[in-house]
């Protein structure tokens, strides 16, 4: 069974940075792709960034690029979002996902909020 979990959100003001860590329980943790989306009130769940199961491709939302960064540590099974520069909406309750290669199946966590606010 495959949880995961994910921590570090909070407020912070404009301009401020946040690192969300995703833990991942289970097994074959780098036969998944990794990504991070989010929630804002009353929107649809975006795509914030995605990287492959070794580390050697990201993608970003058009949004965060230049601000934010994922990344992984295969070893100890987190991922992580790096999250610079941040703006009143970015304020969503962050999400991290993971697709099974194998499988083919998606696996949510339950979400960390994230609020952007002077």
């Known amino acids: 069974q495959v949880q995961l979990v994910e921590s570090g959100g909070g407020l912070v003001q404009p301009g401020g940075s946040l690192r969300l860590s995703c833990a991942f329980s289970g097994f074959f943790f780098s036969r998944y792709y990794m990504s991070w989306y989010r929630q804002a009130p009353g929107k649809e769940r975006e795509l914030v960034a995605h990287i492959t199961s070794t580390g050697d491709r990201t993608t970003y939302a058009d949004s965060v690029k230049g601000r934010f960064t994922i990344s992984r540590d295969n070893a100890n099974a987190m991922v992580y979002l790096q999250m610079n520069s941040l703006k009143p909406e970015d304020t969503a309750v962050y999400y991290c996902?993971?697709?099974?290669?194998?499988?083919?199946?998606?696996?949510w966590g339950q979400g960390t909020q994230v609020t952007v606010s002077s």
């Open positions: 996902k993971g697709f099974s290669v194998d499988s083919g199946r998606d696996y």
